[in-house]
């Protein structure tokens, strides 16, 4: 049982130490806004006006869809049998 805590204890720590920290976090959403706006002003928008507010608001919802279709995608998968629900779930059609 004691083995069982210990196991447990560190895999814990290891699932941890794989987070990010909130300076990492905020580059990276900093770095999405830089390429957000460089796409847009690529695009031909001006800054500061409303068209270019409505692009950059465009691209983080395209891009906060496609976190969710992942998120689906990843929740139908089967861990162990990935290839089965894809491919064998119907078999016959009737």
Do not use: H, V
């Amino acid at each position: 049982m004691r083995n069982i805590a210990l196991i447990a204890c560190a895999t814990g720590i290891l699932a941890l130490s794989a987070c990010t920290t909130p300076e990492q976090r905020a580059a990276q959403a900093t770095a999405l806004r830089n390429a957000d706006e460089a796409e847009c002003t690529s695009l031909g928008f001006e800054p500061q006006t409303e068209a270019y507010a409505d692009c950059l608001l465009r691209l983080r919802e395209i891009r906060s869809q496609n976190a969710k279709t992942r998120a689906l995608n990843n929740s139908r998968r089967d861990a162990f049998w990935p290839w089965y629900r894809s491919r064998y779930r119907y078999p016959y059609r009737y």
